[in-house]
């Protein structure tokens, strides 16, 4: 799942089928912003929180310690549409990624923190 923050400032990548959405208390996944990543996580139905490193990109997801590779790969394999992969690699910016999420994987996250789904026109 991929979802777009309020301010726009940043894009959290979940891992797929693992979130409170779908019944499952802890959700792990990895925050992108202008210039670099971070692992988050979701506890409950909490907010979702950064914790760890901070990552500067680009980079190669190979070169991510192997939590956050896991959550990576398993991202991409959910959706293999995602331009996650792009965006930590620099093949696309952040600001391409913000502006052109793929419709069928895309929320936003409204300013209570409620999901709003993204349809197509």
């Given at each position: ?5 309020p301010d726009k400032t940043y894009i959290d990548y979940f ?38 490193k901070y990552f500067l990109l680009p980079l190669e997801s ?60």
């Amino acid at each position: 799942m991929k979802t777009i923050g309020p301010d726009k400032t940043y894009i959290d990548y979940f891992q797929g089928g693992y979130c409170p959405q779908r019944g499952v208390t802890n959700c792990f996944g990895i925050r992108v912003e202008e210039g670099c990543c971070v692992a988050i996580a979701i506890v409950g139905d909490g907010q979702p929180f950064t914790f760890g490193k901070y990552f500067l990109l680009p980079l190669e997801s190979d070169t991510l310690p192997s939590p956050i590779r896991i959550v990576v790969d398993d991202h991409l394999l959910t959706y293999p549409s995602s331009d996650l992969d792009d965006v930590l690699a620099g093949k696309k910016s952040f600001q391409e990624a913000l502006h052109s999420p793929p419709e069928s994987e895309t929320q936003q996250t409204t300013a209570t923190g409620r999901v709003r789904l993204a349809h197509s026109s």
